[in-house]
């Protein structure tokens, strides 16, 4: 069996393009409403050189008044809990949410290791947007554009860490 990397994050912060960018493909739906990935979504990313690992796109932790309690949360929770790595993925643009604090807390007492993605960092200062999120405790943290396929290289390199 593969290992497995769990997409985490409240939705619309880019889990689905950046498991795009990861399995290259169009699978799953991109799309500005949050929320749309509503099950789990498995792909496989074959990085050249390197073994292959499976991914998991989940729906997002939040939805309205669902919160960390609701049925599309509960699938992301399930996805986390079997993952080898997560990949905690926030908004570079918006910077931490209160959503964000209740999905670390959450995230924390799974145990599981976890990178934070900090996505979309386009046409800004991501150091700056990286800062933002220093709080959070998460050493492992990077900066990226998924859209724009920025930083995946830089990304991949700290999976493989911890594969
Ligand atoms: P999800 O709900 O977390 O799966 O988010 P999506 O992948 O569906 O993306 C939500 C929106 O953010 C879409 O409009 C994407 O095109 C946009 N987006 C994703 N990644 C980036 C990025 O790196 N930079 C910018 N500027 N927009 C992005
Ligand atoms: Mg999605």
Same mark, same amino acid.
């Given at each position: 069996?593969?290992?497995?990397?769990?997409?985490? %994050? &409240?939705?619309?912060? %880019?889990?689905? /393009?950046?498991?795009?960018?990861? /399995?290259? +493909?169009?699978? =799953?739906?991109?799309?500005?409403?949050?929320?749309? /990935?509503?099950?789990?979504?498995?792909?496989? =990313?074959?990085?050249?050189? &390197?073994?292959?690992?499976?991914?998991?796109?989940?729906?997002?932790?939040?939805?309205?008044?669902?919160? @960390?309690?609701?049925?599309?949360?509960?699938?992301?929770?399930?996805?986390?809990?079997?993952?080898?790595?997560? @990949?905690?993925?926030?908004?570079?643009?918006?910077?931490?949410?209160? @959503?964000?604090?209740?999905?670390?807390?959450?995230?924390?007492? +799974? %145990? &599981?290791? +976890?990178?934070?993605?900090?996505?979309? /960092?386009?046409?800004?200062?991501?150091?700056?947007?990286?800062?933002?999120?220093?709080?959070?405790?998460?050493?492992?943290?990077?900066?990226?554009?998924?859209?724009?396929?920025? %930083?995946?290289?830089?990304?991949?390199?700290?999976?493989?860490?911890?594969?």
């Amino acid at each position: 069996m593969l290992p497995l990397v769990a997409l985490v %994050g &409240r939705p619309n912060v %880019g889990k689905s /393009t950046l498991f795009n960018v990861l /399995t290259r +493909t169009r699978d =799953a739906l991109v799309h500005d409403e949050p929320g749309v /990935t509503r099950d789990r979504n498995y792909g496989v =990313a074959r990085p050249e050189g &390197r073994p292959a690992f499976a991914v998991v796109d989940t729906g997002g932790i939040a939805g309205e008044d669902e919160g @960390l309690a609701g049925a599309t949360a509960r699938q992301a929770r399930a996805a986390a809990e079997e993952a080898d790595v997560v @990949l905690f993925v926030v908004d570079g643009r918006e910077g931490p949410s209160a @959503l964000d604090d209740e999905i670390l807390q959450w995230l924390r007492r +799974t %145990g &599981r290791p +976890t990178v934070l993605v900090v996505n979309k /960092t386009d046409g800004i200062d991501a150091q700056q947007a990286l800062n933002e999120f220093v709080r959070y405790g998460l050493s492992d943290r990077i900066a990226v554009a998924a859209s724009h396929r920025h %930083g995946v290289d830089a990304l991949l390199a700290r999976v493989y860490a911890h594969l």
